[in-house]
Antibody, heavy 121, light 107 residues
Framework: QLQLQESGPGLVKPSETLSLTCTVS??????????WGWIRQPPGKGLEWIGN???????YYNPSLKSRVTMSVDTSKNQFSLSLSSVTAADTAVYYC?????????????WGQGSLVTVSS | DIQMTQSPSSLSASVGDRVTITCRTR??????LNWYQHTPGKAPKLLIY???SLQSGVPSRFSGSGSGTDFTLTISSLQPEDFATYFC?????????FGQGTKLEIK
C-alpha cells in the first residue's frame, strides 16, 4: 500500500530555509508513471500548489514561489525533498507531499498526512 | 492563474441527505477537474478525477459532473464518515489551483 510521510522541523526562524522530506513507501519513486509534488495550506486559507519533481530531477514550480523553491529527489532512499528559502510568517502552513499520476489527466492520487511548519523567531 | 470559485464554503446536512457542491472557473478547463475529501488529521483523498470519473475504491454515492467552467460534486446519501472538507482542483495548466473548500457539517 502506497504511503507518503513528510518529515522535518516544525519551527523555522524568519529569513532561514525551510526543509522537508517526503519518504515514499509501497512504490518506487523511480517509476516513470508519476510526478511527486508539494502542496501547502496556510492556517484558515486554501491549498497552494508549490511544485512537482520527476524522478529524473526535472522540476515544475509555482511562479509565485519559484525564486525561493528547490526540489530534489533521492531515488536511493525513495525520498524527495523541498527547500524554501528566506521564509516569513506567510510561509507558516501545513505542507503536504503527494504523488501525481497523469493517466487520463493530472491528479494527486495519494497524499501524506501533512507537516505543520511554523515560521517564528 | 486559473481562479477556482467553490460554493458553498460550508454546509450543514443530515445523514441520508443528498448534497451538491459547486466549483466554477472563469476560463474553460475542459474536464481537467478533480475533487478531494479532507478529514482533519488524515491525508486528503482523491474522490473524482476528470470531472466525472470515480477514483478506485471510492463509494458510488459520490459522483461528479460538468465540463468547461461549471462543475459539481454530489453525494447521493450522506454517511457519517462523509462529514469532512471537500475541495476542487484544476489540472488544466500549471500552476495547479484549488478551490477554497467546502466544510460539510452534521446538522
Amino acid at each position: 500500500q502506497l504511503q507518503l510521510q513528510e518529515s522535518g522541523p516544525g519551527l523555522v526562524k524568519p529569513s532561514e530555509t525551510l526543509s522537508l522530506t517526503c519518504t515514499v513507501s509501497g512504490d518506487s519513486i523511480s517509476s516513470s508513471l508519476y510526478y511527486w509534488g508539494w502542496i501547502r495550506q496556510p492556517p484558515g486559507k486554501g491549498l497552494e500548489w508549490i511544485g512537482n519533481i520527476y524522478n529524473s530531477g526535472s522540476t515544475y514550480y509555482n511562479p509565485s514561489l519559484k525564486s525561493r523553491v528547490t526540489m530534489s529527489v533521492d531515488t536511493s532512499k525513495n525520498q524527495f525533498s523541498l527547500s524554501l528559502s528566506s521564509v516569513t510568517a506567510a510561509d507558516t502552513a501545513v505542507y503536504y507531499c503527494a504523488r501525481q499520476e497523469d493517466i487520463v489527466l493530472p491528479k494527486f492520487d495519494c497524499w501524506g498526512q501533512g507537516s505543520l511548519v511554523t515560521v517564528s523567531s | 492563474d486559473i481562479q477556482m470559485t467553490q460554493s458553498p464554503s460550508s454546509l450543514s446536512a443530515s445523514v441520508g441527505d443528498r448534497v451538491t457542491i459547486t466549483c466554477r472557473t472563469r476560463q474553460s478547463i475542459s474536464s481537467y477537474l478533480n475533487w478531494y475529501q479532507h478529514t482533519p488529521g488524515k491525508a486528503p483523498k482523491l474522490l473524482i478525477y476528470a470531472a466525472s470519473s470515480l477514483q478506485s475504491g471510492v463509494p458510488s454515492r459520490f459522483s461528479g459532473s460538468g465540463s468547461g467552467t461549471d462543475f459539481t460534486l454530489t453525494i447521493s446519501s450522506l454517511q457519517p464518515e462523509d462529514f469532512a472538507t471537500y475541495f476542487c482542483q484544476q489540472s488544466y495548466n500549471t500552476p495547479y489551483t484549488f478551490g477554497q473548500g467546502t466544510k460539510l457539517e452534521i446538522k
